[in-house]
């Protein structure tokens, strides 16, 4: 079974400074990817960054990037530069077990939320 | 990407009563999916609806209670029967096109449900 561990309920950081939020990750897989998702309050979930297993290279968005270390299982979210707006809730998920159902299935984390303080 | 209307975008429901949500996208998509969030838990998968075929529901969820549809490749429901409190929640529709390893996916606005 997958398993997605964020163990961080509640961030806060300064504007303009930078932020890492924790993820790790238990799978059998030999193969899999990694999303990152914001959830502001409003509810919708936003996609921010895909880190596969097999890619070498960490994983970047603009003010995203995801520090992957493969061996200890983490996927590391780093937002740089926080701004006002990245104030919401982030999930981490993975895909990695085929569901059977016609796709891959996609486990989420229960979530880390961050605070940006002006 | 897809973008994804879903309506309604919250409701506030008495209990015993359904409720059905829709999920319309802007092009044709294969993989449609359902999803719970109970307040401040993470997304919980309900069931994969691709067109053509019955719901496939995951474990704890049955299709008397979330009965859903899939009519086309642009559109799905589900329905929220008998409601009770414990049924207050997000439920957020979600597509894939190609179900593959590193394919993202794409969310709909969600539907904030309370029931009393």
């Known amino acids: 079974a997958q398993k997605i561990t964020q163990t961080q309920p509640g961030m806060f950081v300064q504007e303009k400074e930078a932020v890492t939020l924790d993820c790790t990750y238990d799978?059998?897989?030999?193969?899999?990817?990694l999303f990152w998702y914001k959830q502001p309050s409003s509810g919708e979930m936003i996609f921010l960054i895909y880190?596969?297993?097999?890619?070498?290279q960490n994983a970047t968005e603009g003010r995203y990037s995801l520090n992957f270390q493969k061996a200890r299982k983490s996927a590391n979210l780093v937002i740089s530069a926080s701004q006002l707006g990245d104030s919401a809730m982030y999930f981490c998920?993975?895909?990695?077990?085929?569901?059977?159902?016609?796709?891959?299935?996609?486990?989420f984390g229960k979530g880390t939320k961050l605070s940006v303080i002006p | 990407s897809a973008v994804i209307s879903q309506k309604p975008s919250r409701d506030i429901c008495q209990r015993g009563t359904s409720l059905t949500i829709q999920c319309q996208v802007d092009?044709?998509?294969?993989?449609m999916f359902w999803y719970r969030q109970q307040p401040g838990q993470s997304l919980t998968l309900i069931a994969t609806?691709?067109?053509?075929?019955?719901?496939?529901?995951e474990s704890g969820f049955v299709i008397d209670k979330f009965p859903i549809s899939r009519p086309n490749l642009t559109f799905s429901t589900l329905t929220v029967s008998n409601m009770s409190p414990e049924d207050s929640s997000i439920y957020l529709c979600?597509?894939?096109?190609?179900?593959?390893?590193?394919?993202?996916?794409?969310f709909g606005q969600g539907t904030r449900l309370t029931v009393v």
């Open positions: 979600s597509v894939e096109d190609l179900g593959q390893m590193n394919t993202e996916a794409f």
């Open positions: 799978t059998s897989d030999q193969s899999y990817g």
């Open positions: 880190q596969g297993s097999y890619d070498e």
């Open positions: 998920a993975m895909r990695s077990a085929y569901s059977g159902a016609g796709s891959y299935q996609l486990t």
């Open positions: 092009s044709q998509v294969t993989m």
């Open positions: 609806a691709n067109q053509g075929s019955e719901a496939t529901y």
